[in-house]
T-cell receptor
Framework: DAGVIQSPRHEVTEMGQEVTLRCKPISGHNSLFWYRQTMMRGLELLIYFNNNVPIDDSGMPEDRFSAKMPNASFSTLKIQPSEPRDSAVYFC?????????????FGPGTRLTVL | GESVGLHLPTLSVQEGDNSIINCAYSNSASDYFIWYKQESGKGPQFIIDIRSNMDKRQGQRVTVLLNKTVKHLSLQIAATQPGDSAVYFCAENTYNNNDMRFGAGTRLTVKP
């Protein structure tokens, strides 16, 4: 298994531009998570999906952020318009929530720099 | 670089020594806990988990201890190796729930 796949690995963009981050979860997993990691705030949960349905988006910073999961094998996190304070590493993780055990498998992350 | 941010607790140990990383959790309703390891440039990686009906669980070279009375979790690494150098996070949630909350992390440095 290739694990959780994220693309791109690095993204540099200018303020005001739209940014789309992509994630392919591990096949068979039923939950997908988007996290943001910064020096200032550590690892923050932005949103998670169960069976492709968004369950909790309370961590999404503001309306500029949106996430979709059109099918079980793909999710996107979009920032429009992007701002310098969005610069961070964005992680996608997936898990198979079964029998209560919730081991999340993380992707390698996308390092976003907004100039 | 940033001049203000999280000041991660740090632990520096000599290669071969045992390491103990501590974590205080906040939610008394939490009943499931995980330790993750994050190496530089990588995503967090699962190490070991424990449910609240246990107070100790052992893996390969790692042991997790849970003290529910004081809401404290620890990770013990035996015979620490240079490859153990990383940031270690504890995470908590309630069993069968997806809302996992991560601590700030502890940076472990292993000196050869």
């Amino acid at each position: 298994d290739a694990g959780v796949i994220q693309s791109p690995r690095h993204e540099v963009t200018e303020m005001g531009q739209e940014v789309t981050l992509r994630c392919k979860p591990i096949s068979g997993h039923n939950s997908l998570f988007w996290y943001r990691q910064t020096m200032m705030r550590g690892l923050e949960l932005l949103i998670y999906f169960n069976n492709n349905v968004p369950i909790d988006d309370s961590g999404m910073p503001e309306d500029r952020f949106s996430a979709k999961m059109p099918n079980a094998s793909f999710s996107t996190l979009k920032i429009q318009p992007s701002e310098p304070r969005d610069s961070a590493v964005y992680f996608c993780a997936s898990s198979l929530l079964i029998g209560g055990k919730n081991e999340q498998f993380f992707g390698p992350g996308t390092r976003l720099t907004v100039l | 670089g940033e001049s203000v941010g999280l000041h991660l607790p740090t632990l520096s140990v000599q290669e071969g020594d045992n390491s103990i990383i501590n974590c205080a959790y906040s939610n008394s309703a939490s009943d499931y806990f995980i330790w993750y390891k994050q190496e530089s440039g990588k995503g967090p990686q699962f190490i070991i988990d424990i449910r609240s009906n246990m107070d100790k669980r052992q893996g390969q070279r790692v042991t997790v201890l849970l003290n529910k009375t004081v809401k404290h979790l620890s990770l013990q690494i035996a015979a620490t190796q240079p490859g153990d150098s990383a940031v270690y996070f504890c995470a908590e949630n309630t069993y069968n729930n997806n809302d996992m909350r991560f601590g700030a992390g502890t940076r472990l440095t292993v000196k050869p």
